[in-house]
């Protein structure tokens, strides 16, 4: 729901196109719930890390493919770091 709200916040520009600015809403209020449902069971930490890495990541990779945006060395530098520290949230107990 993240990565949907910040696809649409992009096509919304700025609110100007407002039926996509309105989903956008109503799609981090969705994330958020959700994420209050998923602390439920597991550490907020983990939760949260995994939730904002995960989310920059995907949509990261969804501006390259759709929106065609160049994305510098540091930044494809960053995204592999986080990919590593996803991995490795997800192997530690």
Known sequence: MDIAANILLKNSAGFK????GF???ICIFTAFFLLAQAVKTMDISIAYALWG????????ILDVMFYHVKLK????LGLLCM???????????
């Open 17 to 20: 196109r407002k039926l996509y």
């Open 23 to 25: 989903f956008a809403v």
């Open 53 to 60: 890495a995960a989310g920059m990541l995907i949509t990261g």
């Open 73 to 76: 060395s540091s930044a494809l």
């Open 83 to 93: 990919i590593i520290g996803i991995v490795i949230i997800q192997t530690m107990d």
